[in-house]
């Protein structure tokens, strides 16, 4: 089965180059962002999930499989396997494609959601945070992947990699979208908890009355 099944995916590849890369991203933003919302405890988004899937199928694969393919011919193309070669490839990846990707994925995320006008409150809250973090992931599985990897097969070994680098960034641009209450909710919350502070003060100002008129109607 696993057997045909990767042959049916390399034949995929052939075939359909970047709508098989494109659909391998698809399901390892989908996978990713559904861990992140099991282990948030939130209520499931299936509308969240499909815009990752989105992203993963328009954004990412498209522009790493470009990317992935420039490197090779543009860094050390005669020895694309060697040390330097390898090293080159993996620092501009890390230093100029993950910053620039980044902000990109952050934009996209907060239009999907119909918040664009959230992007920097979003940057100034997680984009160092998940550039760092990326940091501690990223470097080693690029060395591997330029090293090891051919270019036809980058894409779908990235996206093993990043199931779990997915699960930070679909936590780190999702979680307040997933966590801010409906306005309607939010809005009754609010007139409930006002009526009930009013209806303490009001008990609290009848309670001297009541005392009062206790005790004259006790007086003989």
Not at 61 to 79: G, H, I, N, R, S
Not at 135 to 154: E, G, Q, S, T
């Amino acid at each position: 089965m696993f057997v045909s099944l990767w042959v049916f995916y390399l034949d995929s590849l052939i075939s359909h180059p970047l709508l098989t890369k494109c659909c391998t991203s698809a399901v390892g933003f989908m996978i990713g962002d559904s861990i992140a919302q099991i282990l948030s405890r939130d209520p499931h988004s299936i509308v969240r999930t499909l815009r990752f899937v989105t992203i993963g199928f328009f954004m990412h694969a498209p522009v790493a499989d470009a990317w992935f393919t420039y490197l090779e011919k543009a860094v050390y193309a005669e020895t694309p396997a060697s040390t330097r070669a390898v090293l080159a490839k993996m620092a501009l990846d890390q230093f100029l494609m993950a910053p620039v990707f980044l902000v990109a994925f952050f934009f996209a995320t907060k239009t999907l959601e119909g918040q664009p006008h959230k992007l920097l409150e979003t940057l100034r809250g997680t984009y160092i945070r998940t550039l760092l973090l990326g940091y501690l992931i990223w470097p080693l599985a690029h060395i591997i992947n330029f090293k090891f990897v051919p270019n036809d097969l980058r894409i779908l070994y990235v996206n093993f990699v990043q199931l779990g680098w997915n699960v930070v960034l679909c936590r780190m641009s999702g979680s307040s979208a997933v966590r801010q209450p409906e306005p309607r909710r939010y809005i009754e919350r609010k007139v409930s908890q006002h009526l009930r502070g009013i209806e303490i003060v009001e008990k609290r100002k009848s309670l001297p009355r009541l005392t009062t008129s206790a005790f004259r109607g006790s007086t003989p």
